[in-house]
């Protein structure tokens, strides 16, 4: 079994800053890109960001310049430093995480979400 747990996310000021984190635990051999997705009410879940196991990273257009991902191999965890928050960041984020299971397969796994709320 694998889990992921999200933490980090809540109520933020229109400029403002989150960080958000995802950590990965059970029974992992490898864990290979992981990445964050949003979804706003109404509105298609999307990719915010992705970094691989070499840590090369991809963002889509609206954050790039204002979010930072990263990872912590030794802790199974990868971040997302949001800054300059806008009104339109406010989206339930996901984070994503590609794992190879001991004795099993390689697959996505998804995080529970944790809310994201920029207010003026």
């Known amino acids: 079994q694998v889990q992921l747990v999200e933490s980090g996310g809540g109520l933020v000021q229109f400029g403002g800053s989150l960080r958000l984190a995802c950590a990965a635990s059970g029974s992992i051999l490898s864990i290979y890109a992981m990445g964050w997705y949003r979804q706003a009410p109404g509105k298609e879940r999307e990719l915010v960001a992705v970094?691989?196991?070499?840590?090369?990273?991809r963002y889509a257009d609206s954050v790039k310049g204002r979010f930072t991902i990263s990872r912590d191999n030794a802790k199974k965890t990868v971040y997302l430093q949001m800054n300059s928050l806008k009104f339109e960041d406010t989206a339930v984020y996901y984070c994503n995480v590609d794992i190879l299971v001991l004795f099993g397969q390689r697959r996505d796994y998804w995080g529970q979400g944790t809310q994201v709320t920029v207010s003026s």
């Open positions: 970094i691989t196991s070499g840590s090369s990273t």
